[in-house]
């Protein structure tokens, strides 16, 4: 089993920045995709973005490009999301996932694709 802890989530301002983790725990040493979903409230959960195992490829949704970083470190096995330049319509849970399966792939939007969820960090931002 894996277990996935979300951290980082708090209330700011418009223009402020917060940096989410995700911290990882079992099946260390196996190769994941990790990516970043947000559930805005009223709202179906989205895909925020994703990295491969190496890190070479990471994909970010439109809504986020250029305000939001993926990165990971895979020696403490955690993946992190740097949001800066937040906005009011950045509001959301956001959840952090993990892929077994697709370990090479940046871009899973579907959710059914992967196979552990952290319980989410709640985000709000004010306008």
């Known amino acids: 089993q894996v277990q996935l802890v979300e951290s980082g989530g708090g209330l700011v301002q418009a223009g402020d920045s917060l940096r989410l983790s995700c911290a990882a725990s079992?099946?260390?040493?196996?190769?994941?995709?990790m990516g970043w979903f947000r559930q805005p409230p009223g709202k179906e959960r989205e895909f925020v973005g994703g990295?491969?195992?190496?890190?070479?490829?990471?994909y970010y949704a439109d809504s986020v490009k250029g305000r939001f970083t993926i990165s990971r470190n895979n020696a403490k096995n955690t993946v992190y999301l740097q949001m800066n330049d937040l906005k009011s319509d950045d509001t959301a849970v956001y959840y952090c996932?993990?892929?077994?399966?697709?370990?090479?792939?940046?871009?899973?939007?579907?959710?059914?694709?992967?196979?552990?969820w952290g319980q989410g960090t709640q985000v709000t931002v004010s306008s």
């Open positions: 990295i491969n195992w190496g890190g070479g490829k990471i």
């Open positions: 079992g099946r260390a040493f196996s190769r994941n995709a």
């Open positions: 996932a993990a892929d077994y399966i697709h370990w090479d792939s940046s871009y899973e939007p579907g959710t059914a694709s992967w196979d552990y």
